[in-house]
């Protein structure tokens, strides 16, 4: 499965943006698909997941602003973020775990809040 992601960039505090994330290849063994971040001198850590069946899980810093969802064909994520705060800055990377448990990883994206 081969990740790529799309749509960051640089945006007001308060403002929004929405990441794409499109899967190729083997997508139908694709079950759980993710978002994570990582801050500059932070590990990286999770933010959203979707399974295939549509069950959500936000990290606690993001609940409530943003929101993450599938399309039908179960091949692309997004993450649609609002009242985003400079401690949203952070490359944000896209995941895909198949049936078997394996983990895909796109390339990230960077996201900036700054004034």
């Known amino acids: 499965v081969q990740l790529q992601a799309f749509g960051g960039g640089l945006v007001q505090p308060g403002g929004s943006l929405r990441l794409s994330c499109a899967a190729s290849g083997r997508v139908l063994s694709i079950n759980i698909m993710g978002w994570y971040r990582q801050a500059p001198g932070k590990q990286r850590e999770r933010v959203a997941s979707?399974?295939?069946?549509?069950?959500?899980n936000y990290a606690d810093s993001v609940k409530g602003r943003f929101v993450i969802s599938r399309d039908n064909a179960n091949t692309t994520v997004y993450l649609q973020m609002n009242s985003l705060q400079p401690d949203d800055t952070a490359v944000y990377f896209c995941?895909?775990?198949?049936?078997?448990?394996?983990?895909?990883w796109g390339q990230g994206t960077l996201v900036t809040v700054s004034s």
């Open positions: 995941n895909a775990i198949d049936v078997c448990f394996n983990v895909n």
């Open positions: 979707i399974t295939s069946g549509g069950r959500t």
